[in-house]
């Protein structure tokens, strides 16, 4: 899994682009690498477009992430293929996550 962090935009827009699966092997990584990049955004936008696989303990680590961010502007999954997109709708995050 790679994690791609770009800059925060001027208005505190951070996009950060993830490559691979976020399972149980990768979640913790990811998480970290997210999370130390937070400082000053107000709002995070995640670029799944060459995401392949979510686990549970990617899903985790998500709602985790959503929780921080919304106590800001909040957070957007963007680019999702089908595959993460069934995930999400059949554990129903799709109505606690903002997905373009």
Known sequence: MNVNV???DENGVLTISVEGSIDTLTAS????????????VKKLILDFAKVEYVSS??????ILLNEKMEEKEGMTIKNINDEVRDVFEMTGFDELLTLE
């Open 6 to 8: 770009n800059q925060i």
């Open 29 to 40: 990584d990811f998480e970290s690498k997210v999370i130390k990049a937070l400082d000053g």
């Open 57 to 62: 303990a990617g899903l985790r680590t998500i």
